[in-house]
């Protein structure tokens, strides 16, 4: 049983910053490590799209359309991944999806996802 759980999604004008955070909750006896966690966005009408991931060593990758705007963290401690998003853009408007790759001590992986949050850029 894995969980992910958003949070930190609003309203925001241009220019202006969110902070996104998300939760991995673990409740098996499997024991589970956190490989690469991401955040993923779709808009209305739109294709999922990958905005950034980290690894578990803490290597950020980004879309081009976020570089020098967004920030992706972990706390491996925490099993937690954040999104920094500064200067954000009325394109950047979409529901935000956590992203978790885990892998068990036997090397079984499995992807979970989290139910999104809704960052909304407008003016």
């Known amino acids: 049983q894995v969980q992910l759980v958003e949070s930190g999604g609003g309203l925001v004008q241009p220019g202006g910053s969110l902070r996104l955070s998300c939760a991995v909750s673990?409740?098996?006896?499997?024991?589970?490590?956190?490989?690469?966690m991401a955040w993923y966005r779709q808009a209305p009408g739109q294709q999922r799209e990958l905005v950034a991931a980290?690894?578990?060593?803490?290597?950020?990758n980004y879309t081009d359309s976020v570089k020098g705007r967004f920030s992706i963290s972990r706390d491996n401690d925490k099993n937690t991944v954040n999104l920094e998003m500064n200067s954000l853009k009325p394109e950047d408007t979409a529901v935000y999806y956590c992203?978790?790759?885990?892998?068990?001590?036997?090397?079984?992986?499995?992807?979970?996802w989290g139910q999104g949050t809704q960052v909304t850029v407008s003016s």
């Open positions: 992203n978790a790759d885990l892998r068990s001590s036997r090397g079984v992986q499995v992807r979970h």
């Open positions: 673990i409740s098996t006896f499997t024991i589970w490590r956190i490989d690469t």
């Open positions: 980290i690894s578990r060593g803490g290597t950020p």
